[in-house]
Structure formats: C-alpha cells, structure tokens
C-alpha cells in the first residue's frame, strides 16, 4: 500500500537551470544517447548472430550491452524532453517506476561487472580448466542471479520510497527519480530508507567492486610472474587497463554517491557524479569492450560483408 501524499507529481529541475544552455545540451545528450544504443545494439547483435562469439565472455557481453541500452533509455529520453519543455512533469507512478528501473539496472551491471572480471581471471589464469570452470551452466545461472538480486534490490527501495508522505516541495533538483533527492523531499522519519541506501545498496557497490579488483589483482600478478615475452605483457596489461578505466568510471561515482548520507553532498555535485555512470559509462562499454577486440571486429566485418 502507497502512503496517502497530496504530491501527485514531481517536477525534475535537470542538469543546469541556465536555460540558453538546454538546447546545446540536448543535441549533446541527443548525441551520446544515439551512439550509446547504437553501439550497444550492434554489439548484442554481433554476439547473439555468431557462433564464433558463443562463449562465456561474449555472453557477459552480450548482457553487459543490453544492460547498457535499458540503462540509458530509463534516464536520457526524459531528460531529453525537458531540455525542450517548459513541463517538466513526471507522475508520482512514473518517478517510482523510473526510481526501480535505474537501480535495478545499475545494481545489476556493478555485479555483473564483477563477474565478467571472474571470467577472465579464470580464462587468464586457469585457462586448462575454463571451459570446465565457465560451462554454459554456470553462465545462465549467474546471469539470473545478479538480475534477480538486482530487481529485488530496486523493488526494496522503490516500495519503502513509495510509502513514504510527501508534503511540500515536489521540486527534484536531479535529471531523474532517484532516492537521495526524494528523501530530501520527504515529509516524517527517513533514516531507515538512509540505512537501507548506505548499507544495502552500499554493500552491492563494494562488494562487487572488491570481488572486480581482487580478479585484476591476480590476473596482473598472474601475468607478471608467468609470462615471459614483454610484447604478450605489454597488450595483457593494456587491456586489463582498459577494462578497469570503465571499472572505476562506473564505481566510484556509484560508492561515492550511495555511501555519503542523503546530506553529505550537494543535490549540484549529485547531478554532475550522475552523468558519470548514467551517460558516459554506457557509451565507454562498447568501445572498451569490443572495438579494442579483434573477434568482436572480426565479427564485425563478416557481418558488413554479408
């Protein structure tokens, strides 16, 4: 049961109040948000058309991509319209709905950022026992783990926001329904809803950060002390470089953002932190993940030539 509140909708302030910037804003985000379906759309197409690619890391992949889509497509388009409208509306249904969507996606992808750093830790480092280790098994079950966990984690929130009164400003200085600029909103005691954002939701950042980092560590020390040609060590290390420049991006605004308590940072410094793992994580994935990787560009080409 929703509480009774006499807010019926919010009104979402965006990213700037400078009004000359919102249409250079628009075509920007417009930009990123096209690029960022376009690139992930094409990468889970490539994946699923293959057969070469049917294995456990193009599978994560594959995942990884269509996380990215959802991801971008629950916040980018209604900030997109605001850019262009004097209403900047959202129903009290629709900011929950939006609220659920975006944490149940991006819990998701911090696990599954996890374990697609596990996959390769056992490819790298046990790669007589990978494909006993990553069966197709083991692939689907994970999979559906981390989305179960992550949709029952955002339903957690989105229910004990929902419940929540209401009754003052309905003002959000955010770009879309997030909890921290809702319970600033609240009417009555928040601090279990503080509690669960810092400790669950916390606990789901650094845990899969932590699980992230420790398979890097021992891929790079695996590397340091068992290959021997300096050129195959050299691309190792580029790569995991990479991979762990879109780690960071993604978990750093995340821990510093769902840590801190609701009055820890400015609702300003919020928004800015926000672009980081709404807007230019899911564009950064597809150019990290495939175009730096010669079966994914291979995959590529033979699709074009087709």
């Not at 329904?177 to 809803?193: F, R, S």
Request: proline share 4%; with cysteine; net charge positive.
């Amino acid at each position: 049961m929703l509480n009774t509140t006499s807010v019926t909708k919010f009104l979402l302030l965006g990213v700037t109040d400078i009004q000359e910037l919102q249409p250079f804003l628009f075509v920007v985000f417009l930009t990123i948000y096209f690029i960022s379906v376009a690139g992930n759309g094409a990468t889970l197409m490539i994946v699923i058309s293959d057969p070469r690619l049917h294995s456990p890391m193009y599978f994560f992949l594959g995942n990884l991509s269509c996380l990215d889509i959802c991801y971008s497509t629950v916040t980018l388009p209604k900030m997109l319209q605001n850019f262009l409208s004097t209403h900047k509306a959202i129903s009290f249904l629709g900011c929950i709905s939006q609220l659920h969507f975006f944490h149940f996606l991006g819990s998701t992808e911090a696990m599954l950022l996890a374990v697609m750093a596990f996959d390769r830790f056992v490819a790298i480092c046990k790669p007589l026992r990978y494909t006993v280790i990553m069966s197709p098994q083991l692939c689907i079950q994970m999979a559906i783990t981390i989305w179960t966990i992550g949709f029952f984690h955002a339903l957690l929130h989105s229910v004990m926001t929902s419940r929540l009164n209401f009754c003052g400003s309905n003002c959000i200085h955010h770009f879309f329904c997030d909890v921290k600029p809702l319970l600033k909103l609240a009417c009555g005691n928040t601090e279990l809803n503080q509690w669960l954002l810092s400790t669950i939701t916390g606990t789901i950042a650094v845990g899969s950060f932590f699980l992230t980092c420790l398979s890097y560590f021992y891929i790079i020390t695996h590397l340091f002390f068992k290959t021997h040609s300096f050129g195959m060590l050299h691309k190792a290390l580029s790569t995991c470089a990479s991979h762990f420049m879109v780690v960071i991006l993604f978990y750093a605004p995340v821990l510093f953002t769902y840590i801190h308590p609701a009055s820890g940072t400015s609702m300003d410094q919020d928004r800015i932190i926000a672009i980081m793992y709404t807007v230019v994580t899911p564009i950064l994935n597809p150019l990290i993940y495939t175009l730096r990787n010669k079966e994914v560009k291979g995959a590529f080409n033979r699709a074009i030539k087709r």
